[in-house]
């Protein structure tokens, strides 16, 4: 099918080299978990079931770094135009996906793959559009997706603005740093999508890594694949249609000193069968000062270009970002 990334052939060598070398560690996964999951209608309600809302959310971040919100406020129509068009748009031929006209937008909105991969560990079979909410709105030739994004960033970015301010009062932040650094554009959409595998054992479907962001808010599809890692061992989540999964990013980690976790997770490849979500990364703008108020302080303040600008640096001497462990005093 002319939608398809060449893997195969963009990755021949790899393959050939590295097919069977290692199995990918997804086959010793025997355990697959429910997330915590929170009913987040009750944070309309008075004391008490509001007060426990907001305890439960406080908990999973710390101790799961993720948790699953139904009852979220996202309407199934919006939800159900948004894979329409996340569809329609991967759907299209590969050539035009890797076409910078196509959206009019930079050359880095469509990824797939890993073109710096030396061994097949190092590959993600899967392609990506990454939407800055500051591109969106230059989306002239795709009106239809443009709509659906802008109403999706418009009803994500509150939702997430609430649950990092829920989250900011056990940990000593003024719920008014979220509003004033979390400026309206300085969060981003992508849309995932994980086509059949046929050398799934072997490969990631989404390389482990940890969020940057504060927080990452996923609408996924029934198919599943998303492991985190818990206790030493990975897990597999079991996927919720009804849910929005919620999950802790390193930006959070840092402002909360460790209070809550930002948790290594990867999604594994399937062989028969493709996989879509839908993610909203809520970030800070490129100035904000990420600092802990909480004493004593693990992680000497920084800001997220700083932030970024040391991934970079790390991927390139590395093959991965090394992450907070960079800001450690």
Known sequence: MDYEPPFMETYKTLVQKHIGDSKNDSVSVVETCELP?????RLALEHPERDECMREISEAASHWGFFQGVNHGISQELLESMQYEQRKVFYQP??????ESVFGLSAKTYRWGNPSATNL???SWSEAFHFPLTDI???DQHMSLRSSLEAFATRMAPLAESLAEILACKVNVKSSYFPQNCLPKSSYIRLNRYPPCPIS???YGLLPHNDTSFLTIV???HVGGLQLLKDGKWIGVKPNPRALVVNVGDLFQALSNDVYKSIKHRVVAAE???RFSIAFFYCPSEQAVIQSHIKPTMYRKFTLREYREQNQIDVKQTGDKVGLSRFVL
């Open 272 to 274: 028969r069968v493709e």
């Open 137 to 139: 709105s230059r989306m």
């Open 201 to 203: 054992s072997n490969v």
């Open 219 to 221: 609408y996924q599809d």
């Open 121 to 123: 560990r190092q590959l």
């Open 37 to 41: 999951l929170i009913d987040l209608s």
């Open 94 to 99: 590969f050539v035009n996906k890797c076409s």
